[in-house]
């Protein structure tokens, strides 16, 4: 049976605040009225099984969750009525998590609600009063990781954002796992870990209004949903928790080819070894594809290996120990802001992804709209988002942006607005990673407001993948390196491979790092630079982004100037203030700076244009550690013995290929 009496503790609240860029246009004037995403933590404290079954009768503020769909209040829930099927089960002492995701301003912040829950056959509900505050303590990023090819990761790092006028310490901190995943909602406290804490800063105090954390060593973790609950004290001694509750998935940088798989001729593209040459030389090792017979059942899969990204069904054959190292993650929605002509709602969203909740594989949806896609928030384990500034559709409104001194374009948009969008969808799903489609070579593009070229230049591309770089994503889908689009914009097929390289060299930076700092730069009251840090224990990247570029009239085309003189000041973290190596670097090396570290920020001086990437190291030795990975990474590329973007010959290889696969 189980106990039927009031026993639900409110143990934690976990809010994330709605947030809408007011730089992004759009041809409908935005709604500004913000709502937040809400986590409540529920313990059982009776001596006893609660059972709870979707017919409870629980209610916020008087009504259903079902009632708050129904009314446009909420986007999606979680509810114990949204599962239906069989009853959750709550052992003494567990604890279950349950979302909302309201949609404007009366269940966003500086609101609340009383949850009450009423079991069948109950006299006397729980009644809990739960705040939706804006949080002045948050878990920024929480990334677990690995060693070697598991799957499991046997660590996490956890970084938190004090916004409190005084100093934290950082105690200890616990996970909630369920006995196995089909009880993944019935969460049971784990030991708490203190001594096993490599906090940064050393001595676990976190400055106010400051960043800090711990890399955790956990031992193999299993592949579910879990609760993080981290301990921190204030200079008085008082207890201050924070919490989150997402899936765990060992976060590996993947970098995504896109729809890799097509038809040629008789075959696949993923039959031709010099297709599959060339996306390995471009350090890519994922793609939107499933198993793919010739392929994924050939040494063709080992030698060229590309993970999984798509709906993977059946289950069975994707969520097995074999096959786990090969997946990056379920996805299968497109873009259900669209969703063909019809939105496809937040809700419908959730309920598409339910069935994969108790397997160990994670979901990513596709994210379009930024002006809306906080409805979507929370709806996936590793959300991303595709925005192109390019000759490429596009929900918001070229033409509106006032960027250049009342030139407007159509066939274009600012580039920094992907790291605008960046730093939104980032927020919205904190702590959880997100990725982002970055605009690569795509075949089918067509000019718009009078371009020609139907594809980024060089420097188009690039500036867009950095300011999505510099905001903390943690893998990079190109968008769309099919053999047929390679071969129509073979001048970018380099400047991908350099981008690839450059985050092989770097990726355990964006994955232990978070975003801590980012900064516009005027000159004579016009952009000139985006400044962005992620910082973690190993140090920080620095990244400078050039915004002195200018529409060509004649090409429609961005354009940049030589490399400038220029001074950059960047504010470091607490536990980074007095680092052993500074010195910038890319994919053609790494080369010392002239730079000052005072009063919490470092100076650099440098001559450059477009891209500037500095490394501010923790310890010595990473600057050599980082050339030996390049030189490696080069070694690598040279060994395929194909090189379409540097021999004729090679390209030639490609080309005919794509006229076989036309006819």
């Not at 916004?163 to 969460?187: F, H, I």
Request: hydrophobic share 35%; proline share 8%; with cysteine.
């Amino acid at each position: 049976m189980g106990v039927w009496a009031a026993s639900l503790s409110l143990d934690g609240v976990h809010v994330v605040p709605h947030l809408q860029s007011p730089e992004m246009q759009y041809r409908k004037k935005p709604d500004f009225s913000l709502g937040a995403r809400v986590e409540v933590y529920l313990r059982n404290t009776s001596t006893e099984v609660v059972v709870i079954p979707a017919s409870a009768d629980i209610r916020l503020r008087g009504r259903t969750p079902e009632e708050l769909l129904q009314t446009d209040e909420w986007a999606w829930h979680d509810l114990p009525s949204a599962w239906g099927g069989e009853p959750l089960r709550l052992p003494p002492g567990a604890m279950t998590v349950w979302s909302w995701n309201g949609k404007r301003a009366e269940w966003g912040t500086n609101t609340q609600t009383e949850l009450t829950v009423r079991l069948p056959g109950m006299g006397e509900a729980d009644r809990m009063q739960v705040r939706i505050d804006s949080p002045d303590v948050w878990l920024s990023a929480v990334t677990f990781l690995g060693t070697g090819t598991h799957a499991q990761p046997d660590s996490l790092l956890f970084h938190v954002a004090n916004r409190t006028s005084g100093p934290l310490r950082l105690e200890a901190c616990r996970l909630w796992l369920p006995e196995k995943n089909d009880t993944w909602r019935a969460l049971k406290a784990q030991p708490w870990l203190s001594n096993r804490l490599d906090r940064f800063p050393a001595d676990g105090f976190i400055p106010a209004n400051q960043r800090g954390g711990a890399r955790v060593d956990t031992g193999p973790l299993p592949l579910t949903y879990a609760a993080l609950e981290v301990r921190l004290s204030d200079a008085g001694g008082k207890p201050v928790t924070v919490w989150t509750h997402q899936r765990i998935k060992r976060e590996v940088f993947d970098i995504s080819g896109g729809w890799v798989a097509s038809k040629l001729g008789s075959s696949n593209t993923l039959h031709a070894e010099p297709y599959l040459q060339t996306l390995s030389r471009m350090h890519i090792n994922a793609g939107m594809h499933e198993h793919v017979p010739g392929y994924s059942d050939s040494p063709l899969f080992e030698k060229y290996p590309l993970k999984y990204m798509n709906r993977l069904q059946p289950v069975a054959r994707y969520d097995s120990d074999s096959m786990l190292p090969r997946i990056h993650a379920v996805e299968f929605l497109g873009e259900p802001q669209y969703g063909g002509g019809k939105p496809v709602s937040p809700q419908d969203c959730w309920k598409a992804f339910a069935p994969y909740a108790p397997t160990r594989l994670p979901t990513s949806v596709t994210l379009s709209e930024e002006r809306v896609w906080r409805f979507y928030a929370g709806v996936s384990d590793y959300p991303h988002y595709d925005a192109y500034r390019v000759t490429a559709p596009s929900p918001d409104a070229w033409g509106q942006y006032d960027r250049w001194g009342g030139q407007r374009i159509r066939w274009g948009a600012p580039l920094e607005t992907i790291g605008e969008m960046s730093r939104s969808l980032r927020e919205l799903s904190r702590p959880r990673p997100v990725a982002y489609w970055s605009q690569g070579a795509h075949h089918d593009w067509r000019g718009y407001g009078g371009r020609k070229r139907g594809s980024p230049t060089p420097d188009e591309l690039r500036l867009q993948a950095y300011h999505a770089l510099a905001s903390r994503i943690t893998s990079l889908y190109w968008f769309n390196l099919s053999l047929r689009s390679l071969v129509a914009f073979p001048d970018l097929i380099e400047p991908m491979t350099r981008v690839g390289r450059e985050i092989r060299m770097l990726e355990n930076y964006c994955l232990e790092g978070d975003a801590t700092s980012h900064e516009r730069v005027l000159r004579d009251g016009k952009s000139d630079w985006d400044l962005d840090v992620v910082a973690g224990p190993r140090g920080a990247l620095l990244f400078a982004l050039d915004l002195a570029y200018t529409p060509d009239p004649e090409e429609r085309v961005f354009k940049f100037g030589p490399p400038r003189e220029t001074t950059f000041l960047f504010p470091l973290p607490a536990y980074l203030r007095a680092p052993a190596e500074i010195f910038r670097v890319d994919a053609g090396g790494v080369t010392q700076v002239q730079h000052q570290v005072s009063g919490g920020f470092v100076e650099i001086r440098d001559r450059v244009s477009r891209v500037a990437i500095y490394v501010v190291a923790a310890k010595t030795g990473e600057r050599a550690r980082i050339e030996t990975l390049r030189q490696a990474l080069i070694a690598r590329e040279n060994a395929f013995g194909f090189d379409p973007a540097g021999t004729p010959a090679d390209l030639a290889v490609l080309q005919e290929m794509a006229r076989t696969a036309e006819k």
